[in-house]
């Protein structure tokens, strides 16, 4: 059931979408920078200290799933407003938090409400707004992503210049501002529940998400078995039970699972743009960590700029026409930065901004491709499934450029680059560029011919 709403109702729906998603960016990003305090503070270890962000991301990847389940059964503004107030009661927890785990809960249930908001933010514009207005929403909503990712690092370092790094806890009360504006604007647009909720197939699903992330950080054996044991009950059981989890069908959808490989690619690579920058603006050009994310402001103001008109492109001459810009601007984002791999960290700052962009142009193009291969019965699930698909991707690109960056004493693969130091970084670009430009072929072929 889709639900319009008026061209100017709209908007202001989109911009706080847009606010919400900003927020919840920068509350991810920024305890990546604390962790060093927490370790010192509570006196634990490097492994137990990064189950403060990799369970966060876990709990947040799955959640997306399981919250686009239950927006096929419930109304979209009660979801919301649950899992934003969890936001908060886990950011409460977090702000009194005495010891080491109870910093850990505190994030653990931030995670588990602050799913709802990926998966509320890629299904407004599918229910909300006709397939002409869809893609302008979807630019709105990833300036959103593009602001909090540009602002997250910044204001982190700021508040951690004058203040406890428990503050950063605080973050998730604004969201609370914003439940008064979703209340008013999301209508009536409850489904009918049909049966009980297939929690054993979630859980299945989650179990096998998680050990087989787990296989690709840790490399070990028992978690790959258990990954795949997990994963064959769960596909056993959306066979056999009525009504599954995630029902059979979807993946039937030639376009839909065509369509989420494709993303699940195109953010693997699209993040190497957050791992592996830093990881050359360090090693490479010896810049300092505070240097480091000011160097990465430009890319994600350009593509905070660029999102909306992004999406304008999209419902004025097609997916396809945007996908196409992307890709190009990624393929001459990575092209340059094998080329010019040990210049100045100004034109690695510029050259940057050029893939950010097309990664944000990339991810519009591909949500409301993937969204319209779906029947309004499978909306939620559907697009929670292409949300925790972009986490998984992360993730897993995560763990590959994390081994290939310690290779050393290799040789330029490109002929044109232009220095030797650095060149396990012009490799993987190099790569990287055949790989987006073998993807567009693919989504030529697929998605131009059947115009979605």
């Given at each position: 059931?889709?639900?319009?709403?008026?061209?100017q109702?709209?908007?202001?729906?989109?911009?706080?979408?847009?606010?919400?998603?900003?927020?919840?960016?920068?509350?991810?990003?920024?305890?990546?920078?604390?962790?060093?305090?927490?370790?010192?503070?509570?006196?634990?270890?490097?492994?137990?200290?990064?189950?403060?962000?990799?369970?966060?991301?876990?709990?947040?990847?799955?959640?997306?799933?399981?919250?686009?389940?239950?927006?096929?059964?419930?109304?979209?503004?009660?979801?919301?407003?649950?899992?934003?107030?969890?936001f908060?009661?886990?950011?409460?927890?977090?702000?009194?938090?005495?010891?080491?785990w109870?910093?850990?809960?505190?994030?653990?249930?931030?995670?588990?409400?602050?799913?709802?908001?990926?998966?509320?933010?890629?299904l407004?514009?599918?229910?909300?707004?006709?397939?002409?207005?869809?893609?302008?929403?979807?630019?709105?909503?990833?300036?959103?992503l593009?602001?909090?990712?540009?602002?997250?690092?910044?204001?982190?370092?700021?508040?951690?210049?004058?203040?406890?790094?428990?503050?950063?806890?605080?973050?998730?009360?604004?969201?609370?501002?914003?439940?008064?504006?979703?209340?008013?604007?999301?209508q009536?647009?409850?489904?009918?529940?049909?049966?009980?909720?297939?929690?054993?197939?979630?859980a299945?699903?989650?179990?096998?998400?998680t050990?087989?992330?787990?296989?690709?950080?840790?490399?070990?054996?028992w978690?790959?078995?258990?990954?795949?044991?997990?994963?064959?009950?769960?596909?056993?059981?959306?066979?056999?039970?009525?009504?599954?989890?995630?029902?059979?069908?979807?993946?039937?959808?030639r376009?839909?699972?065509?369509?989420?490989?494709?993303?699940?690619?195109?953010?693997?690579?699209?993040?190497?743009?957050?791992?592996?920058?830093?990881?050359?603006?360090?090693?490479?050009?010896?810049?300092?960590?505070?240097?480091?994310?000011?160097?990465?402001?430009?890319?994600?103001?350009?593509?905070?700029?660029?999102?909306?008109?992004?999406?304008?492109?999209?419902?004025?001459?097609?997916?396809?026409?945007?996908?196409?810009?992307?890709?190009?601007?990624?393929?001459?984002?990575?092209?340059?930065?094998?080329?010019?791999?040990?210049?100045?960290?100004?034109?690695?700052?510029?050259?940057?901004?050029?893939?950010?962009?097309?990664?944000?142009?990339?991810?519009?193009?591909?949500?409301?491709?993937?969204?319209?291969?779906?029947?309004?019965?499978?909306?939620?699930?559907?697009?929670?499934?292409?949300?925790?698909?972009?986490?998984?991707?992360g993730?897993?690109?995560?763990?590959?450029?994390?081994?290939?960056?310690?290779?050393?004493?290799?040789?330029?693969?490109?002929?044109?680059?232009?220095?030797?130091?650095?060149?396990?970084h012009?490799?993987?670009?190099?790569?990287?560029?055949?790989?987006?430009?073998?993807?567009?072929?693919?989504?030529?072929?697929?998605?131009?011919r059947?115009?979605?």
């Amino acid at each position: 059931m889709e639900v319009g709403l008026q061209k100017q109702e709209g908007e202001k729906l989109m911009y706080v979408v847009m606010a919400t998603l900003a927020l919840s960016a920068m509350s991810v990003l920024m305890f990546n920078l604390v962790l060093p305090q927490i370790r010192e503070q509570f006196s634990v270890t490097n492994a137990q200290v990064s189950w403060v962000t990799s369970s966060y991301t876990l709990i947040y990847g799955i959640g997306t799933v399981v919250y686009g389940k239950l927006a096929d059964r419930f109304r979209l503004k009660n979801l919301l407003t649950f899992g934003l107030l969890l936001f908060a009661a886990g950011s409460l927890i977090g702000l009194a938090a005495q010891s080491f785990w109870m910093v850990l809960v505190g994030r653990c249930i931030q995670a588990a409400g602050a799913a709802s908001i990926p998966a509320s933010a890629m299904l407004i514009p599918l229910r909300y707004f006709p397939p002409e207005r869809r893609g302008t929403a979807m630019g709105t909503a990833f300036m959103g992503l593009a602001i909090g990712s540009a602002l997250g690092p910044v204001l982190s370092a700021f508040i951690l210049s004058i203040l406890h790094w428990k503050w950063l806890f605080c973050f998730p009360f604004f969201l609370l501002l914003t439940l008064p504006f979703y209340r008013r604007y999301l209508q009536e647009d409850a489904r009918q529940p049909q049966g009980s909720m297939d929690w054993l197939g979630g859980a299945l699903l989650a179990a096998a998400v998680t050990l087989l992330l787990l296989t690709v950080t840790s490399g070990s054996l028992w978690s790959a078995i258990g990954g795949i044991v997990a994963l064959t009950l769960f596909i056993v059981r959306i066979r056999t039970f009525t009504p599954p989890f995630i029902a059979p069908g979807l993946f039937r959808n030639r376009s839909y699972t065509l369509g989420v490989t494709i993303t699940f690619l195109f953010s693997s690579i699209g993040f190497s743009l957050h791992f592996l920058s830093p990881l050359l603006l360090a090693q490479v050009n010896k810049l300092p960590a505070s240097l480091i994310g000011f160097a990465l402001v430009p890319g994600a103001i350009a593509s905070a700029i660029w999102g909306r008109r992004g999406g304008k492109i999209a419902d004025t001459k097609g997916n396809a026409s945007l996908f196409s810009i992307a890709s190009g601007l990624l393929i001459a984002c990575f092209a340059l930065l094998s080329t010019l791999i040990g210049f100045s960290a100004v034109y690695i700052a510029l050259i940057l901004m050029l893939g950010h962009v097309g990664l944000t142009f990339g991810m519009i193009a591909m949500s409301n491709s993937v969204s319209r291969t779906l029947s309004s019965e499978q909306s939620g699930v559907g697009m929670g499934m292409l949300s925790m698909m972009n986490f998984i991707g992360g993730s897993v690109a995560t763990g590959i450029y994390g081994k290939l960056v310690d290779f050393e004493q290799v040789k330029p693969w490109n002929p044109a680059a232009l220095h030797s130091e650095g060149a396990i970084h012009g490799n993987i670009f190099l790569v990287l560029t055949i790989a987006i430009a073998a993807i567009l072929w693919i989504y030529q072929i697929n998605f131009r011919r059947n115009a979605v």
